[in-house]
């Protein structure tokens, strides 16, 4: 089983629309967990960090549901710009050091 | 620009051949990481760095892998004996703490295409 898990997508929304993403992952000692975005043929960029509490910045909601082992992105009012691909990335547990990163879920956001 | 930086972008290697990889981080950042990312794949990590102490290698594939970091700024990967296995993008990350606590801060990435 991978450390963390998303569907792929894509996501193919209309500008406007809201859309979440979930990650699930596996070990229920990480400590701290990242959405990033990542453009085509681009490197990956912090979106945001997730806390306990859940955080919010603009358009975008990260939560963090620790007994289900789950995080997540609600994007609302969507964007032409926010097509991308969002990683999930959590630290693992014998070394927090390590991370890993989700495979990504594709959003495409259409006019 | 006062961001990562890596070198080359885009490196094709015969098999067999040796490849260097260099990254230029964020100047003061303590932290370094090296990450393996293939086609339609998050990225993999490979290794970490704290200054100079490579405190994490568990991600390198195989002891054709090999990094460091001498004088805790730039870092070179080091891959021996290429396979086509090894063709995929690397990444170089670096943060201005230690350990998992703050935001990473990729580098372009290199490109390699083993033949």
């Known amino acids: 089983r991978k450390e963390v898990e998303q569907d792929p997508g894509p996501f193919n929304v209309p500008e406007g629309a809201t859309v979440a993403f979930n990650c699930t992952y596996s070990?229920?000692?990480?400590?701290?967990f990242f959405w990033y975005r990542q453009d085509c043929r681009k490197e990956p960029k912090l979106l945001m960090s997730v806390y306990s509490s859940g955080n919010e910045d603009g358009r975008f909601t990260a939560q963090l549901n620790r007994a289900s082992q789950y995080i997540s992105l609600l994007i609302r009012d969507s964007k032409l710009s926010d097509s991308a691909t969002y990683l999930c990335v959590v630290n693992g547990l014998d070394n927090f050091n390590k991370f890993y990163f989700g495979s990504g879920t594709k959003l495409n956001v259409k006019p | 620009g006062a961001g990562v930086s890596q070198s080359p972008r885009y490196k094709v290697a015969k098999r067999g051949q040796d490849v260097a990889l260099r990254c230029d981080p964020i100047?003061?950042?303590?932290?370094l990481f090296w990450y393996q990312q293939a086609l339609g794949q998050g990225p993999e990590f490979l290794t970490y760095f704290q200054n100079e102490a490579q405190l994490d290698k568990s991600g390198l594939p195989s002891d054709r892998f090999f990094a460091e970091r001498p004088e805790g700024s730039v870092s070179t990967l080091k891959i021996q004996r290429t396979q086509q296995e090894d063709s995929a993008v690397y990444l170089c990350?670096?943060?201005?703490?230690?350990?998992?606590?703050?935001?990473?801060?990729f580098g372009p990435g290199t490109r390699l295409t083993v033949l």
């Open positions: 990350a670096s943060s201005l703490e230690a350990g998992g606590l703050g935001e990473q801060f």
């Open positions: 070990n229920s000692a990480s400590q701290s």
């Open positions: 100047s003061g950042h303590v932290s």
